[in-house]
């Protein structure tokens, strides 16, 4: 595909990410219910945006694929038309009125991410990348953050559906705040690759997370002249793996690797 159908694609998408944020700024009464465990929610909102972005996005590329985080069934990855969607990425955020929640779908062609955008309209904020176009933050260019640990902050996720993980995750985190200017914790793995991206935070990692978790925010930080990987250093799969993240500017993800914390 061509890439100016790529930025249709991307205008798509902002326009049915807008559409459906509506729903998020109008709820009211919100009441979660859990699925594996009492950390990991979903509520009606969750599958009210999923449904619109399926059926706006479904109609603006026809034959087009979804892997989705409140699916039961999923299509397959490799789809010649994927869109990858986490409706509301940082849900118990959402339900507890914390103003830190998004909207990420990506576009991948055969397993390829070329479209990314995650929007968090609390802040009117939307982050986007095509392939090889650069990194966006309502239409200005971004780049991640220059310096080493020391000069920045540090983001990281808690992986709160596995707390067999807790205490490597804040063990790391521990070392890493020691090492940087300080650390954040903010619950949202799309927004944390969109603060690397956007340069406010230096280094994200999180030891365990899903694809539509990341799939759009990877490209993001990737267009914005990041690096992003798993924590030991080698490449993110595009599977249903759950693996660990590790992103930032490529010298800081250098300085987290020398440091051994695996």
């Known amino acids: 595909m061509e890439a100016n159908c790529y930025e249709t694609i991307l205008k798509q998408i902002e326009s049915a990410q807008r559409e459906a944020a509506e729903l998020m700024l109008q709820a009211r009464g919100i009441l979660a219910e859990t699925k594996t465990g009492r950390r990991d929610v979903v509520t009606e909102y969750d599958r009210r945006v999923q449904a ?3 059926d706006r996005l479904g109609k603006a590329v026809p034959g087009a694929h979804f892997f989705c985080e409140e699916m039961q069934e999923r299509d397959r990855l490799d789809s010649e038309h994927l869109f990858i969607i ?4 940082g849900t118990m955020n959402f339900v507890h009125g914390f103003h830190h929640s998004c909207i990420s779908v990506a576009y991948a062609e055969k397993g390829r991410v070329v479209v990314g955008a995650v929007y968090n309209p609390y802040v009117d904020e939307l982050f986007t990348a095509v392939k090889d176009q650069g990194a966006y933050l309502n239409g200005s260019p ?8 020391k000069d920045n902050v540090v983001v990281f996720g808690t992986a709160p559906y596995s707390p067999d993980l807790a205490e490597q995750t804040f063990s790391t985190a521990q070392k890493l705040f020691t090492a940087s200017l300080d650390i954040r914790r903010e619950g949202s793995a799309a927004l944390d690759l969109c603060t690397v991206a956007a340069g406010r935070a230096g280094l994200y990692f999180e030891l365990q997370v899903s694809l539509w978790d990341y799939a759009a925010g990877v490209l993001i930080v990737e267009e914005a002249g990041g690096k992003c990987a798993k924590t030991d250093g080698t490449p993110l799969p595009h599977d249903e793996s759950k693996p660990s993240i590790l992103a930032g500017a490529p010298q800081i993800l250098q300085e987290y690797l020398n440091l051994n914390l695996q």
């Open 86 to 89: 986490d409706p509301i990425d």
């Open 52 to 54: 619109l972005l399926m």
């Open 142 to 149: 971004i780049h991640v953050a220059e310096g080493g640990l």
